[in-house]
């Protein structure tokens, strides 16, 4: 004679399964789908070049950019946008950038995995100077 779950078995089933899916799709590779491109179709105009450190970056968030000046008057942009999931980076310090969603580390003088869960490199975009201003894309 089998003998039926009480009510507390149940629910607490419930909330289990329930906070299982939620973590599943809070992390699903069609999350980051809703996110725009990592690269600019067009050219993007950042600022003024002076604002980028030599031997720093920035990260310009809002334009999902990041601009390092590993020697003076040579800069390098990437997307900013971790190849894990999607994620705008969240800051950049020294010549590392980090993505708060899972902790992934880029270097943003090369674009480069310095930790995961990314595998992926940061996509590289052409910048050039013009008028001292930094354009990107």
Same mark, same amino acid.
């Given at each position: 004679?089998?003998?039926?779950?009480?009510?507390?078995?149940? +629910?607490?089933?419930?909330?289990?399964?329930?906070?299982? !899916?939620?973590?599943?799709?809070?992390?699903?590779?069609?999350?980051?789908?809703?996110?725009?491109?990592?690269?600019?179709?067009?050219?993007?105009?950042?600022?003024?070049?002076?604002?980028?450190?030599?031997?720093?970056?920035? +990260?310009?968030?809002?334009?999902?950019?990041?601009?390092?000046?590993?020697?003076? !008057?040579?800069?390098? &942009?990437?997307?900013?946008? &971790?190849?894990?999931?999607? &994620?705008?980076?969240?800051?950049?310090?020294?010549?590392?950038?980090?993505?708060? &969603?899972? !902790?992934?580390?880029?270097?943003?003088?090369? !674009?480069?995995?310095?930790?995961?869960?990314?595998?992926?490199? +940061?996509?590289?975009?052409?910048?050039?100077?013009?008028?001292?201003?930094?354009?990107?894309?």
């Amino acid at each position: 004679m089998s003998q039926s779950p009480d009510r507390r078995t149940v +629910l607490r089933g419930a909330a289990l399964a329930g906070a299982a !899916g939620f973590g599943l799709t809070a992390c699903s590779p069609g999350d980051s789908g809703s996110h725009a491109s990592a690269v600019p179709d067009k050219p993007v105009e950042l600022g003024p070049a002076a604002d980028v450190p030599v031997g720093g970056a920035k +990260l310009y968030r809002e334009d999902r950019l990041v601009v390092s000046q590993p020697a003076k !008057g040579e800069f390098r &942009c990437f997307g900013a946008m &971790c190849t894990h999931r999607g &994620c705008v980076l969240a800051e950049v310090e020294k010549k590392e950038g980090t993505c708060s &969603c899972h !902790g992934s580390r880029f270097d943003v003088t090369t !674009g480069q995995v310095l930790q995961g869960p990314a595998a992926e490199p +940061l996509p590289k975009v052409p910048v050039k100077t013009k008028d001292g201003k930094l354009i990107a894309g």
